[in-house]
């Protein structure tokens, strides 16, 4: 069952922050996310594993709530480069990576 | 080389064509995925080969037919396609299959159905 990412769609001035979530309904063992820009293939930012730290990619963070099956990222200052479809990618204990639908952020200067 | 590379870039083909996309990395990983992408959609996963054995296939109909010649080489062949098979095939490695590797995915072949 593909997880539940919100918001669809955020507008960001540079230097403002932002949040993404995505919830599943399935017991979690890691979650990946990905960021795809227009035209381009997706790109791995980060992996969240069951039981282990938050993670970071230049001023992009991510944490994972195993109990309540969750995921956040947060864009901090954003830059005009976060501009992008964000999609994150559960997977449960049969490895498989289901992607949510997606949120696309655009950051105008 | 952290590259999936995959050829064709851009593929039309009638529905009653037989044709191949091929898929190669150079990481030494022993997993590979193929992925369909609509529009404004998420990848969908077709199929996961794990150490070039077929561990996953998502009920993708026969007319898809995945190949793993060897570690670093995946290939779909296509064959009697419906025009709403047109997507944007995605190759992906990782270093297995197990959900704590990150994937590597390549540009992706634009196939149009006509």
């Known amino acids: 069952q593909q997880p539940v990412q919100s918001p669809q769609a955020v507008i960001l001035r540079e230097g403002e922050d932002a949040v993404i979530n995505c919830s599943s309904s399935?017991?979690?063992?890691?979650v990946h996310w990905y960021r795809q820009k227009h035209g381009e293939a997706p790109v791995f930012l980060m992996i969240?594993?069951?039981?282990?730290e938050q993670m970071r990619h230049e001023k992009i963070s991510a944490s994972f709530n195993e109990k309540k099956q969750q995921s956040s990222l947060y864009l901090t200052a954003s830059q005009l480069s976060y501009s992008g479809t964000y999609f994150c990618?559960?997977?449960?204990?049969?490895?498989?990576?289901?992607f949510g639908a997606g949120t696309t952020v655009t950051v105008r200067a | 080389d952290t590259e999936v590379t995959q050829t064709p870039k851009h593929l039309v083909m009638g529905m009653t064509n037989k044709k191949s996309l091929k898929c190669e990395q150079h990481?030494?990983?022993?997993?590979m995925y193929w992925y369909k992408q609509k529009a404004k959609k998420p990848p969908e996963l077709m199929f996961v080969?794990?150490?070039?054995?077929?561990?996953i296939n998502e009920s993708v109909p026969s007319r898809f037919s995945p190949e793993c010649p060897n570690s670093s080489l995946l290939n779909l062949h296509l064959h009697a396609l419906q025009p709403e098979d047109s997507a944007l095939y995605l190759c992906?490695?990782?270093?297995?299959?197990?959900?704590?590797?990150?994937?590597?995915f390549g540009p992706g072949t634009r196939l149009t159905v006509t």
């Open positions: 992906a490695s990782s270093q297995t299959s197990g959900g704590a590797y990150e994937q590597y």
């Open positions: 969240l594993l069951k039981g282990g």
């Open positions: 080969y794990s150490y070039e054995k077929l561990s």
């Open positions: 990618g559960p997977s449960g204990d049969d490895y498989k990576l289901s």
């Open positions: 990481m030494g990983h022993r997993a």
């Open positions: 399935k017991a979690l063992y890691s």
